[in-house]
């Protein structure tokens, strides 16, 4: 039978005491461990495979080490930040929980493993511009640290990381046109059987028209319903287009469809149409043909910068009523918006 490593086999293989041991395992306040003892227990600790009994050092220090992320597992976005979530995770020794909204058990099970220990803090990734007051009502009693991503916008109070949707069109907008030097149309796909858009989108077509406003041009918009694919109102409106014209679309699958219509038509994007997508919802933008410029919503890093904010809440480093996390759209310029006859604007 296999003997159980103790933290009493970690201090003697590393020459400290289990006070030292404990210091560098839980982060105990008010014991100053050297970076050289550090390493030798962490050493100790590998070379002895020793495992802490996470239970029992939640029920001496009242902190599992351990957070939970919520969201939906069928979404992509979802599945960005939890590369972001688990990285900042691994970086500061935190275990990862994972629970998917698709489970029979909603997010509120979640604070009853808070009120157990079993957690110590809650990051969900909710859509954008989401709000749900009986729920944050729910985490205040509780008193749980709770960061959301993509979420309550408008509530100060709340601690999310978002994107700033109208700076991310400025900055789509500001690349095309200094490729082409032509005035971009601007193409909005939304959901439902309503115009009824979130508010990054509200965001982003409030971004269009202010930079247009600015530059002296005349906000043109093109808006489509997603799921209602007629190709006639795609080829109506692109045969109308003078050559070659500038697109940017509010969704990659707006791309999606200006390709289809533009080989319909044996136009030529990159030359004849030069498009652009605003996000990266496909997550097939470097492999269509040619491949389609975009700027990229940056889930992993939300994640990260989310996790690490949630951890320092927990850990007593960041004030619960600290601002906003505003995160920055990455520009990815690809082939389907090549400069125009050298122009370096």
């Known amino acids: 039978m296999t003997k159980r490593v103790t933290s009493h086999d970690v201090a003697k293989r590393a020459g400290v005491s289990r006070g030292v041991v404990s210091a560098v395992i839980n982060g105990t306040p008010g014991i100053r461990v050297s970076e050289e003892k550090r ?57 990862l929980l994972l629970y998917g909204h698709n489970r029979q058990e909603s997010k509120q099970a979640l604070i009853k493993l808070f009120n157990q220990r079993r957690i110590d803090g809650l990051l969900t990734k909710d859509v954008t511009g989401y709000e749900d007051e009986e729920w944050i009502a729910m985490v205040k009693e509780a008193g749980i640290p709770y960061m959301s991503i993509e979420g309550y916008p408008d509530r100060e109070e709340v601690q999310s990381v978002l994107l700033d949707y109208g700076a991310s069109i400025h900055l789509a907008l500001d690349y095309l046109y200094a490729q082409t030097g032509l005035p971009p149309i601007y193409v909005e796909m939304y959901n439902g059987p309503e115009y009824a858009p979130n ?50 679309t509010n969704w990659s ?33 470097e492999y269509m043909v040619p491949a389609l410029s975009a700027v990229e919503m940056p889930y992993v890093e939300m994640g990260k910068a989310g996790a690490h904010r949630l951890l320092d809440l927990i850990e007593g480093k960041q004030p619960r009523a600290a601002s906003k996390i505003w995160m920055p759209a990455v520009l990815a310029p690809r082939e389907s918006t090549p400069l125009v006859n050298g122009r370096q604007d």
């Open 39 to 95: 390493r030798e227990v962490l050493k100790a600790i590998e070379e002895l495979s020793y495992s802490v009994d996470a239970q029992a050092r939640s029920m001496r220090t009242g902190k599992s080490k351990c957070i939970a992320a919520y969201g939906n597992l069928d979404n992509p976005f979802f599945l960005q930040v939890l590369q972001g979530v688990q990285r900042a995770c691994t970086e500061r020794d935190y275990h």
């Open 253 to 285: 699958q707006g791309g999606f469809l200006i390709y289809q219509s533009a080989r319909r038509l044996e136009l030529s994007i990159g030359r004849d149409l030069y498009v652009m997508a605003a996000d990266n919802t496909m997550r097939a933008n």
């Open 199 to 248: 508010w990054g989108d509200r965001n982003r077509r409030s971004g269009y028209v202010e930079w247009m406003q600015l530059k002296g041009l005349d906000p043109v918009i093109w808006q489509q319903r997603d799921g209602e694919i007629d190709p006639s109102w795609w080829d109506e409106r692109i045969r109308s287009l003078p050559l070659p014209s500038a697109l940017l």
